[in-house]
């Protein structure tokens, strides 16, 4: 455990980060899914719709360092092609 108060101050603020990062993670592969699904159901207007929210999703998170540039460029690259392949 931490025994000074600088460390257990960082102690506290990893568990605040902790906690955001979860949640914005989530909402990452949540906004993910639901362009699948309609990908899935063949849904082109609302896929384009979910994409374009997705993608900004994502940039948000990249521009945070949730995730890494390069893992961002691969999602956006997968589901465009999804969506793509509806036409």
């Known amino acids: 455990m931490a025994n000074t108060a600088q460390a257990k101050k960082r102690a506290r603020q990893a568990?605040?980060?902790?906690?955001?990062?979860?949640?914005?993670?989530?909402?990452l592969r949540s906004r993910i899914k639901k362009v699948r699904a309609a990908?899935?159901?063949?849904?082109?207007s609302a896929a384009q719709l979910a994409f374009r929210d997705a993608a900004s999703v994502i940039d948000r998170m990249t521009g945070k360092?949730?995730?890494?540039?390069?893992?961002?460029?691969?999602?956006?690259?997968?589901?465009?092609?999804?969506?793509?392949?509806?036409a």
């Open 15 to 27: 568990e605040v980060h902790r906690a955001r990062n979860a949640g914005q993670r989530t909402e």
């Open 39 to 44: 990908i899935a159901a063949k849904d082109k």
């Open 65 to 86: 360092g949730l995730i890494h540039k390069n893992t961002a460029a691969r999602y956006k690259s997968s589901l465009n092609q999804g969506l793509r392949a509806l």
